[in-house]
């Protein structure tokens, strides 16, 4: 049983495109996250929903575009595709609270082309 | 820049023997966290450590936390083959709420 499931697994677009990915958990988690791992492997956090409420968003081109519509499900929508955009993208979750760990989804390798 | 730096980038054993790496931090921290990714997979948590504890084990894994160095440190002991994989440190800077920054990590090869 995936704790943390996403979906597609890979995704390869053309520049210009809009793509979403899809996120679940089914840990009773309250808090989801979007993080974006680079080539070098750095992550670096976007997004983050308690309960359906957005309480963290980075510096994020307006182009992508998160949604929550339950605590159980957070989707990252990307308009206007760039080769920029080209990484690694986890979802994860925890409880809320600075004592918790997160629990991550297996990644969705985005290539764009 | 990376709240968490980790030290070395990389680093290659033999199976058997002890892996250490070192992460350091800049701004004061509720607790450090450390994570494992194997190659092309997710993070996995490994183990969470509170400002105010200095050491922890679980398993082959004992970290240990300098608050006044702002510095972690982990180590595997009797490494295998299958703890190949990067390894990163994360804290939730005090007032980011539940926000983990990650530093860049160390990739661990384990040669059999």
């Known amino acids: 049983d995936t704790a943390v499931s996403q979906t597609p697994k890979y995704l390869v677009t053309q520049m210009g495109n809009d793509k979403s990915i899809k996120c679940e958990q089914n840990?009773?988690?309250?808090?989801m996250y979007w993080y974006k791992q680079d080539s070098k492997k750095f992550l670096k956090i976007m997004f983050s929903?308690?309960?359906?409420?957005?309480?963290i968003n980075e510096t994020v081109p307006n182009r992508f575009s998160p949604k929550s519509p339950d605590k159980a499900h957070l989707n990252l929508h990307i308009n206007s595709l760039e080769l920029g955009d080209s990484a690694v993208y986890f979802c994860a979750s925890s409880l809320f609270g600075e004592n918790y760990g997160y629990t991550f989804g297996s990644g969705t390798r985005l290539t764009v082309v | 820049s990376q709240q968490g730096e980790e030290d070395p980038q990389a680093l290659s054993i033999q199976e058997g023997e002890n892996a250490t790496m070192n992460c350091s931090y800049k701004?004061?921290?509720?607790?450090l966290q450390w994570y494992r990714q194997n190659s092309g997979r997710g993070l996995v948590h490994l183990i969470l450590i509170r400002s105010n504890e200095r050491e922890k084990h679980s398993g082959r894994l004992r970290v240990t936390l300098d608050t006044s160095k702002k510095s972690s440190s982990l180590l595997i002991t009797a490494s295998r083959a299958a703890d190949t994989a990067s390894y990163f440190c994360?804290?939730?800077?005090?007032?980011?709420?539940?926000?983990?920054?990650f530093g860049g990590g160390t990739r661990v090869l384990v040669k059999p």
């Open positions: 929903y308690n309960n359906k409420e957005l309480i």
């Open positions: 840990l009773g988690h309250d808090t």
């Open positions: 701004t004061s921290i509720n607790n």
């Open positions: 994360a804290t939730p800077p005090k007032a980011a709420g539940n926000k983990l920054t």
